[in-house]
């Protein structure tokens, strides 16, 4: 009895574990009417009318609406307007993004409160690339996407356009980064709650920042905050401004450091 015990046992130990189902983004989609994946901080969601979404898994980060196409299999492009939750945002930010999507297999399922604030939603697992993304300053189509003839014209004005630097949450910080309209200074927008932000009055954390060119200069110092700052929703838009003292663009940039109190980040732009 007992041999008979250990052969069993050393049997199901030499029992490989079976692959995990790869599927199809697209037979997904028809089948469930939704995909969706994040990236750990933010969610991605294809609905079966061309219906997409993206926004953050918590209470303030980058939110995308907009629509979506298969270019190929496992290529989507999408044209959505980009915006803050709970957060400034330029008005009319349009853009267009390529995403590549490879070997999903199924995860499980979790609270996504912007697509059901009722139910958990399934989450797959997948590969991913952002291909590109394009800023898109023209009008959109009646489609929703930019024709054949307008989309050179687009790409080659694109990075002289960009004010964003980059967004970052982490550890229950958000920041966005971004080059002013003057184009001498940044502005630093975080996101406080209502309560926080009293709790603070007098006494918010030192922004300092190290700013590397690609001509290997850096400026670097500390980024006051610029009051008067708005407020919606239980939260306030607290802004820090860091004077570059010269006029430069995003493509000028090649990467910020960032120590926001006791914490630091590297920011680089999207190109």
Not at 70 to 77: C, L, N, Y
Not at 91 to 113: F, H, K, W
Not at 135 to 154: D, I, M, Q, R, Y
Not at 243 to 253: E, G, K, Y
Request: some cysteine.
């Amino acid at each position: 009895m007992k041999w008979f015990a250990m052969i069993f046992v050393a049997l199901l130990a030499a029992t490989p574990e079976l692959p995990r189902q790869v599927l199809a983004v697209d037979k997904i989609i028809a089948t469930e009417g939704r995909f969706v994946f994040t990236d750990g901080a933010s969610f991605f969601a294809l609905d079966r009318d061309s219906t997409f979404r993206s926004g953050p898994l918590n209470l303030s980060g980058r939110v995308i609406e907009g629509r979506w196409r298969e270019k190929s299999p496992g290529q989507f492009t999408v044209v959505g307007t980009w915006s803050w939750q709970n957060g400034l945002s330029a008005p009319n930010d349009r853009r267009l993004m390529t995403l590549i999507l490879e070997s999903p297999t199924v995860a499980d399922m979790q609270r996504v409160y912007l697509l059901d604030p009722v139910s958990p939603v399934k989450v797959y697992r997948c590969y991913f690339t952002v291909d590109e993304i394009i800023k898109l300053p023209t009008p959109p189509t009646e489609s929703g996407f930019p024709t054949a003839t307008t989309l050179p014209a687009v790409r080659a004005p694109q990075q002289r356009q960009r004010r964003l630097i980059g967004d970052v949450e982490h550890n229950g910080l958000s920041f966005r980064i971004s080059l002013e309209p003057g184009d001498s200074s940044l502005e630093i927008d975080i996101p406080e709650r209502d309560s926080l932000y009293r709790e603070r009055e007098g006494s918010r954390p030192s922004v300092k920042l190290r700013v590397q060119l690609k001509n290997d200069a850096f400026v670097e110092g500390s980024a006051p905050p610029t009051p008067p700052w708005v407020g919606s929703g239980g939260w306030v838009d607290v802004t820090y401004r860091f004077m570059l003292h010269r006029r430069i663009s995003v493509d000028d940039i090649r990467g910020v450091t960032i120590d926001i109190g006791d914490q630091r980040f590297t920011v680089y732009p999207w190109y």
